[in-house]
Nanobody, 122 residues
Framework: QVQLVESEGDLVQAGGSLRLSCAAS????????MGWYRQAPGKQREFVAT?????????ADSVKGRFTISRDNARAKNTAYLQMNSLNPDDTAVYSC??????????????WGQGTQVTVSS
C-alpha cells in the first residue's frame, strides 16, 4: 500500500503565492509520475500539472506561467511540490495529488492524496 500526504492548503489573497507538497510513502519501488488535480465547487476535477521520473512536466493552460511542479527524489523522499504564484479566485479549489507507482513486485497502481483546500480571496 502507498500513502500520499499533502500539506495543508490555505486562504490567500489574490496575487499571492502558496506551495503545496505531496509526500509518498509505502510499498514503492519507483514513482513513474506525480501530478496535481483540482476540483472547484460544482465543477468536475481538472488536471493541473504532472511531472514524470525524468523531470518532464505538463501544465494546464490555465496555470502555465504561474504554477510550477517539481519533485524531490533524493533519498527516496518521493515528494512532489506545486508552487503557485499570481493566484486568483478562479484557483480556489480542493487540490489533490496523485502518483503512478511501481511496486516492488513490479505491478503498478495509481494512488491519490486526501485533498487540501486552497481558497483565494479577491
Amino acid at each position: 500500500q502507498v500513502q500520499l500526504v499533502e500539506s495543508e492548503g490555505d486562504l490567500v489573497q489574490a496575487g499571492g503565492s502558496l506551495r503545496l507538497s505531496c509526500a509518498a510513502s509505502g510499498n514503492i519501488f519507483s514513482i513513474n509520475e506525480m501530478g496535481w488535480y483540482r476540483q472547484a465547487p460544482g465543477k468536475q476535477r481538472e488536471f493541473v500539472a504532472t511531472i514524470n521520473s525524468g523531470g518532464s512536466t505538463n501544465y494546464a493552460d490555465s496555470v502555465k506561467g504561474r504554477f510550477t511542479i517539481s519533485r524531490d527524489n533524493a533519498r527516496a523522499k518521493n515528494t512532489a511540490y506545486l508552487q503557485m504564484n499570481s493566484l486568483n479566485p478562479d484557483d480556489t479549489a480542493v487540490y489533490s495529488c496523485n502518483a503512478l507507482v511501481t511496486h516492488i513486485s513490479g505491478s503498478r497502481s495509481i494512488y491519490w492524496g486526501q485533498g487540501t483546500q486552497v481558497t483565494v480571496s479577491s
